[in-house]
């Protein structure tokens, strides 16, 4: 059994940087776990702990029940795979794939064996005998997996491994690495920015920012219940739409004033946060996905849903769907988590600040809006998110 165990993982660069902050994470045997965040979140420094490349500060750490905290990388029984693959240029796909099995003395018979089934299982057959530079990029990144699935190790690191692949063939590989963690049922670690990539792959994720895991749980959970503003921020596309609202009370009911809108909350919608109701009279940050809301003259039995009126400034129309851009008549919500999802999308609203907050909805691909339009736009107020709108914190 390979669960591999961070118990209150911390690392403290030379400089004094705080790269990872009591971390604690508990990877099943077999499981296939995502760690996700923006940039310099610590998620890289956190895998090669797991891996023996970078010491611990504090805390520990355990591969298959066994405390590895001063165990060299060769002893862990792991195969990490890089965003470079580093693949050998001189030798061959096949010598590439048996190269480390080959410096650990292994019998040549286990080794062909051994590669031909990993080479099998990455369609790599006819390439065996090419050198990496006759390889497509796609095909380079098999071979670098091949490399690791030799091994046969307990566990897989894997760090942003399709960074290097353009749009298309990252999707094709996320499906095949997934396949080949599922056949072969090794423990795997996957590093990435990319919250695509960690909701498409993972069993579960693991959403860190700033060196603090924000949230785990299986991609579904954490798309549905987000625990902070940004871990809703950061899971989904496009991401969750914000703006500060305030909640009235009034007769039992609750309701959300939301700009020129009021969006009266269901007795169940209520019932299911309890917390809300302590916020009446205050700010909380409201957040609608973009496919919680509709184009009214499309949603069916939506007559007594709220809606808020507003004038389209863009459209994507993306066959599937039409992406509605507006600006609702709400403040923006600014705290740090919101900063920081800025600055990983390189985008900033500020401009708007004063004026409202962008909005983006999925209308269903038979609107038929267009820039300038006056649209009312009906909002699904079972699946409204609340947050602190300091802490950022969920409201349940
Ligand atoms: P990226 O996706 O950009 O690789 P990351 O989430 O993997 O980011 P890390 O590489 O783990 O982030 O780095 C976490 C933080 O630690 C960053 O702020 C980085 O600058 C810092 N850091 C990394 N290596 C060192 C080092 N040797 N000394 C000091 N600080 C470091």
């Known amino acids: 059994m390979a669960e591999v165990v961070l118990d209150k993982i911390n690392k403290r660069y030379e400089n004094?940087?705080?790269?990872?902050?009591?971390?604690?994470?508990?990877?099943?045997?077999?499981?296939?776990?995502?760690?996700?965040?923006?940039?310099?979140?610590?998620?890289?420094?956190?895998?090669?702990?797991?891996?023996?490349?970078?010491?611990?500060?504090?805390?520990?750490?355990?591969?298959?029940?066994?405390?590895?905290?001063?165990?060299?990388?060769?002893?862990?029984?792991?195969?990490?795979?890089?965003?470079?693959?580093?693949?050998?240029?001189?030798m061959s796909v096949a010598d590439n794939i048996a190269y480390g099995l080959k410096i650990r003395r292994m019998d040549a018979a286990e080794i062909s064996r051994r590669v031909e089934r990993a080479a099998q299982m990455l369609e790599l057959g006819n390439l065996l005998d090419r050198k990496p530079k006759q390889l497509s990029g796609g095909q380079r990144q098999r071979v670098a997996m091949g490399r690791a699935i030799v091994r046969e190790p307990q566990?897989?690191?894997?760090?942003?491994?399709?960074?290097?692949?353009?749009?298309?063939?990252?999707?094709?590989?996320?499906?095949?690495?997934?396949?080949?963690?599922?056949?072969?049922?090794?423990?795997?670690?996957?590093?990435?920015?990319?919250?695509?990539?960690?909701?498409?792959?993972?069993?579960?994720?693991?959403?860190?920012?700033?060196?603090?895991?924000?949230?785990?749980?299986?991609?579904?959970?954490?798309?549905?219940h987000?625990?902070?503003?940004?871990?809703?921020?950061?899971?989904?596309?496009?991401p969750m739409n914000m703006a500060l609202g305030r909640v009235e009370a009034g007769n039992g009911d609750l309701a959300v004033r939301l700009g020129a809108a009021t969006l009266a909350l269901p007795g169940a919608v209520a019932a299911a946060r309890p917390a809300l109701a302590g916020y009446a009279g205050r700010d909380v940050a409201v957040g609608i996905r973009s496919e919680d809301m509709e184009d009214a003259r499309l949603a069916r039995g939506g007559d007594d849903l709220p809606r808020l009126s507003t004038t389209v400034t863009m459209t994507e129309a993306l066959g599937s769907e039409i992406v509605v851009h507006f600006v609702l008549d709400a403040p923006k919500v600014v705290t740090e988590?919101?900063?920081?999802?800025?600055?990983?999308?390189?985008?900033?609203?500020?401009?708007?600040?004063?004026?409202?907050?962008?909005?983006?909805?999925?209308?269903?691909?038979?609107?038929?809006?267009?820039?300038?339009?006056?649209?009312?736009?009906?909002?699904?107020?079972?699946?409204?998110?609340?947050?602190?709108?300091?802490?950022?914190?969920a409201i349940r």
């Open 337 to 393: 988590d919101t900063k920081a999802l800025e600055k990983d999308a390189h985008s900033s609203d500020v401009a708007l600040h004063d004026r409202g907050t962008r909005f983006r909805a999925s209308f269903g691909p038979r609107s038929r809006v267009r820039n300038g339009d006056e649209i009312e736009v009906v909002v699904d107020t079972e699946r409204v998110h609340f947050f602190d709108p300091e802490t950022g914190a």
């Open 155 to 224: 566990v897989f690191l894997m760090d942003e491994p399709l960074s290097n692949l353009d749009a298309k063939l990252r999707v094709q590989m996320r499906a095949e690495i997934a396949q080949v963690q599922q056949d072969l049922n090794v423990t795997t670690i996957y590093v990435t920015h990319d919250q695509i990539e960690a909701m498409t792959m993972g069993d579960r994720v693991a959403v860190m920012k700033a060196g603090v895991l924000q949230q785990i749980g299986d991609p579904q959970h954490l798309y549905d």
């Open 16 to 90: 004094g940087f705080h790269a990872v902050k009591d971390l604690d994470i508990a990877i099943a045997d077999g499981e296939f776990l995502v760690l996700v965040g923006p940039s310099g979140c610590g998620k890289t420094t956190a895998l090669r702990m797991v891996a023996g490349l970078e010491d611990i500060t504090s805390g520990t750490m355990t591969i298959g029940g066994k405390v590895v905290n001063t165990l060299p990388p060769k002893d862990r029984d792991i195969a990490m795979v890089f965003q470079s693959y580093a693949l050998y240029p001189h």
């Open 226 to 238: 987000p625990d902070n503003i940004f871990v809703a921020g950061f899971i989904g596309s496009p």
